[in-house]
């Protein structure tokens, strides 16, 4: 226990390091909002697990190990990425790859890709000034021409209780746009926000709050995990998660 306890100290060590040396903070604390504490709000009611921006499926066995047997889809347009992920994950039954991204429209649309960043600054949008400013080694660097897709038209309307993480730099409202009445199946949401605009006509973050929040949805974690420390350690950006009102009684929030 002592040996992962080192570990993990010389894993934040290093990550800060990295990360000041290009510009940024992420802070580490004992009373950090955790992910686990999130997830087991609704393990055992979960049904399908839609993992929207998968990159390479960081969270993919956290969500295994909490739905065992749940049906876990990734969508990951960036089509090397996509392939590495049916490769890594061919042998899982209830995982599948879909090779595209999700909007509000089913069509074919230009993707710009971050190599520099391994693909998670990717976006179906232009990146903007102020995210060079502060990462220009996360510039992107490549065009792919991609599949869209509206997640109403998946053929998920059988499934009651769908947790959905998504981390689409910037496409966060068109992508919600196009769950259309799947909006009313989803239990949980955990959505990447930027706190500053990151890209060309990039969703607002209070704007996507609201829209969550209008569909039954209350706020349950912010996690900050991005800070410019070039910029008086500014709040670039977290992880919002929301769970269905009717599954948090607010004595235990």
């Not at 990151?198 to 829209?211: G, N």
């Not at 599954?247 to 235990?252: A, Y």
Request: charged share 25%; net charge negative; proline share 3%.
């Amino acid at each position: 226990m002592g040996y992962i306890t080192d570990m993990y100290q010389r894993f934040k060590l290093i990550a800060k390091v990295f990360l000041f040396r290009v510009g940024l903070t992420v802070r580490f604390s004992k009373h950090m909002p955790t992910t686990s504490k999130f997830l087991d709000t609704f393990k055992d009611k979960v049904d399908l697990v839609l993992y929207v921006g998968a990159n390479r499926g960081q969270m993919v066995n956290t969500y295994l190990n909490l739905f065992p047997g749940i049906p876990i889809v990734l969508y990951e347009p960036d089509k090397k990425l996509a392939l590495e992920l049916k490769e890594l994950f061919h042998s899982v039954e209830n995982v599948s790859v879909k090779p595209c991204a999700v909007g509000d429209r089913n069509e074919m649309k230009s993707f710009y890709i971050s190599s520099g960043t391994d693909g998670q600054s990717s976006s179906l949008l232009k990146m903007g000034q102020r995210h060079l400013d502060w990462s220009p080694e996360s510039k992107q660097d490549r065009e792919e021409n991609v599949k869209v897709v509206r997640l109403e038209d998946e053929g998920y309307g059988q499934y009651k209780n769908i947790f959905l993480k998504i981390d689409v730099q910037g496409y966060e409202m068109a992508a919600m746009a196009g769950l259309g009445a799947l909006f009313n199946n989803l239990i949980a949401i955990d959505s990447e926000v930027s706190f500053e605009s990151l890209y060309e006509e990039d969703s607002d973050w209070i704007e996507i709050c609201k829209l969550i929040e209008s569909k039954g949805f209350r706020t349950y974690q912010i996690d900050p995990w991005f800070h410019d420390h070039t910029n008086k350690n500014e709040l670039m950006q977290a992880d919002i998660r929301f769970v269905r009102k009717n599954l948090i009684s607010r004595n235990n929030d």
